[in-house]
């Protein structure tokens, strides 16, 4: 089902063609998007995900799908890590994260692009892993999480965000009517791409939720596979290790 929601529904182009195509269009305005229609709670939600990594005190990390390096750069401020491999698969993105960290602070991020679904890394290479926002647009999910758990050390852990819905059904109904009415349109305005912003609720709508995700992660191998609803629900935080 989710491999099928796709942001142009174009004959002929894969998910990840058109991912790829949707994110180097909006790169120039995704990040004043995403803290304008999150109103600035997906730093919290973030800083958040790095404090289930910090007691591992990894050396080598990843942040998947790190689009323009925002977990990156939280993982370099708040981590004492040596090096942190930020992979994504659309060039204009990699491009506005590599221009935000040209400070020497910054310099053991390297922006590399890649496929979450075949990595050029070795088995058991990286100490910890970060996903934001990232593995609801991967084409083929399983073979993405697969990949993400073959390149972690064995004990490694994994911190995914993914937006979500409410349980409560009233305010289930009011993020509702934000989400797939008023953020789609704002979305348009300043990104100027049309479908961006609707493929985004689509997207949600269609991803496994909560235990629904927990027991992909348990079937691809990983351990401890655990969800923490956000902000009454509109973020989850998935936690799991290698
Ligand atoms: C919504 S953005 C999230 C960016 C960032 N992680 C954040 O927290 O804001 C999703 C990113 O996932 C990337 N992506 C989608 N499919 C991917 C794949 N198969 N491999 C690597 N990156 C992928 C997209 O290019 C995009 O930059």
């Not at 204009?92 to 960290?101: F, H, Q």
Request: proline share 4%.
């Amino acid at each position: 089902m989710n491999q099928h929601v796709k942001p142009y529904h174009k004959q002929g182009e894969g998910k990840k063609q058109e991912v790829e195509q949707m994110f180097d269009n909006i790169a120039h305005r995704y990040d004043f998007l995403n803290h304008l229609l999150s109103a600035g709670i997906d730093k919290l939600w973030r800083k958040r995900a790095i404090k289930f990594i910090q007691p591992y005190k990894p050396h080598r990390m990843m942040d998947m799908a790190t689009g323009t390096g925002d977990f990156a750069i939280d993982a370099a401020n708040l981590l004492e890590v040596k090096e942190i491999v930020a992979l994504d698969l659309s060039e204009e993105m990699l491009a506005v994260g590599r221009s935000k960290v040209n400070a020497k602070k910054y310099e053991h991020i390297e922006f590399v692009k890649g496929d979450s679904e075949h990595m050029a890394y070795q088995d058991n290479s990286f100490d910890a892993m970060t996903a934001g926002f990232g593995v609801r647009n991967f084409e083929n999910l399983e073979k993405g999480l697969s990949e993400m758990f073959r390149v972690l050390k064995p004990g490694a852990p994994l911190v995914i965000l993914e937006v979500s819905q409410p349980e409560n059904n009233l305010l289930k109904a009011l993020f509702s009517v934000y989400f797939k009415g008023i953020l789609p349109l704002i979305g348009r305005l300043f990104s100027k791409d049309h479908r961006a912003y609707t493929y985004l609720p689509e997207s949600v709508e269609a991803f496994p939720k909560g235990q629904d995700f927990v027991d992909i992660l348990k079937k691809v191998g990983f351990t401890n596979a655990k969800f923490k609803p956000l902000t009454l629900g509109i973020c989850a935080m998935y936690t799991c290790e290698k």
